[in-house]
C-alpha cells in the first residue's frame, strides 16, 4: 500500500516563503508524476504545479514566476518551493502522484493535505 507524506504547511506573513515536501512510501515500480494542487474554502481544487518523470514541470498561471516544483529522484521526495506569497495563495495543499504499482499498472494517490495561511 501507498501513502504520501506531506510536510511544511503553516502561517506566513504575505511576501513571506514556505517549502511542502511530499514523499510516497511504501513498494512501487516507477513514478509517472507529480504534482501539487490546493483547494481554498468555497473554490474549486486547482492545480499549481506538476513536475513529470523526464524533468518537465507545469504551473497554474497564479503561481508562474513564483513557486518552483523539484524532485529529489535518489528518495523521490518532491518539494514546492512558494516565495512572494499572497493572501489569496491560501488554501490547503494536496499532494498528488501518479504512480505505476507494477509494470503497465497506473495508480493515482492523493496526500491528506496541507494548511497554507498568508496573512499578516
Known amino acids: 500500500q501507498v501513502h504520501l507524506v506531506e510536510s511544511g504547511g503553516g502561517l506566513v506573513q504575505p511576501g513571506g516563503s514556505l517549502r511542502l515536501s511530499c514523499a510516497p512510501s511504501?513498494?512501487?515500480?516507477?513514478?509517472?508524476?507529480m504534482g501539487w494542487y490546493r483547494q481554498a474554502p468555497g473554490k474549486e481544487r486547482e492545480l499549481v504545479a506538476t513536475i513529470f518523470g523526464s524533468g518537465t514541470t507545469n504551473y497554474g498561471d497564479s503561481v508562474k514566476g513564483r513557486f518552483t516544483i523539484s524532485r529529489d529522484n535518489a528518495d523521490n521526495t518532491m518539494y514546492l518551493q512558494m516565495n512572494s506569497l499572497k493572501p489569496e495563495d491560501t488554501a490547503v495543499y494536496y499532494c498528488?502522484?501518479?504512480?505505476?504499482?507494477?509494470?503497465?499498472?497506473?495508480?493515482?494517490?492523493w496526500g491528506q493535505g496541507t494548511q497554507v495561511t498568508v496573512s499578516s
Open positions: 511504501g513498494s512501487f515500480f516507477s513514478i509517472s508524476a
Open positions: 498528488k502522484t501518479d504512480l505505476f504499482i507494477t509494470y503497465g499498472i497506473l495508480r493515482i494517490y
